[in-house]
């Protein structure tokens, strides 16, 4: 399909190819020179920037962003509110040869609601991005990232923690392995017991 009807509930720009049968949610606008490829399923409210490849079997939450020139290959689910920034890359499969055919070996990628993958980052295949994480730009991650994790670097490692709204959070050291911080942004507190941080119950201070 090439279209860029009015008539439609999104909009597809009309140098944009969309392969059926597959679904695209209310109010998603499909930029110049994308392919989005045949099963592949894209929420509601999601901008899809110019030269977007989506391959076969893709699944998009709703209100994602995902920026020029990336390619999200089969495998690769995004939940709700992901950002891709421009030149990201997904992969899926960790040992690919020209000459010899792996399609039955395709990994998993979940990336969880709420994450930041920065521009020409890299996610290689058969990690989870936990929800909320922040991938600094260039960075190259191999292995699951935590929720609220921020990393950056090739390979990435853990540099920090950042908070729903896109602040890094600073945690004070209180009991034992227990440390507390509140966004200096939103006024929402956080918890942190060794490697996990979640949402306090103290709840949100605006």
């Keep these: ?3 860029a009807s009015v008539d439609l509930d999104y909009f597809v720009h009309e140098s944009s190819f969309v392969d059926e049968p597959c679904t695209i949610g209310k109010n998603t606008r499909i930029w110049h020179f994308c392919h989005i490829m045949a099963n592949s399923a894209i929420g509601r409210d999601c901008n899809i920037g110019q030269n977007v490849v989506l391959s076969p079997g893709c699944v998009i939450g709703d209100n994602v962003k995902i920026q020029n020139n990336v390619s999200v290959y089969t495998g690769v689910t995004l939940e709700d509110d992901v ?3 421009p030149s990201a ?3 899926n499969v960790v ?3 020209s000459h010899v055919s792996r399609k039955h070996e395709y990994q998993q990628t979940l990336v969880k609601r709420g994450a930041t993958i ?3 980052a890299t996610v290689v295949c058969g990690v989870t991005l936990g929800k909320y994480c922040f991938i600094g730009a260039g960075t190259v991650v191999t292995r699951d990232v935590p929720d609220y994790g ?3 670097g090739n390979p990435a490692r853990l540099r920090g923690w950042m908070c729903l709204c896109g602040i890094k959070l600073d945690f004070a050291g209180s009991d034992h392995d227990v440390e ?5 942004a939103c006024g929402r507190h956080y918890r942190k017991e060794g490697a996990r941080v979640s949402e306090s119950d103290r709840g949100t201070e605006r």
């Excluded at 507390?180 to 200096?184: I, N």
Aim: with cysteine.
């Design 95 to 97: 040992n690919p040869r």
């Design 180 to 184: 507390t911080s509140a966004c200096v």
């Design 150 to 152: 921020m990393v950056y």
């Design 89 to 91: 890359v997904f992969t």
């Design 118 to 120: 920065g521009a020409n």
């Design 83 to 85: 950002f891709c920034g």
């Design 1 to 3: 399909m090439k279209a």
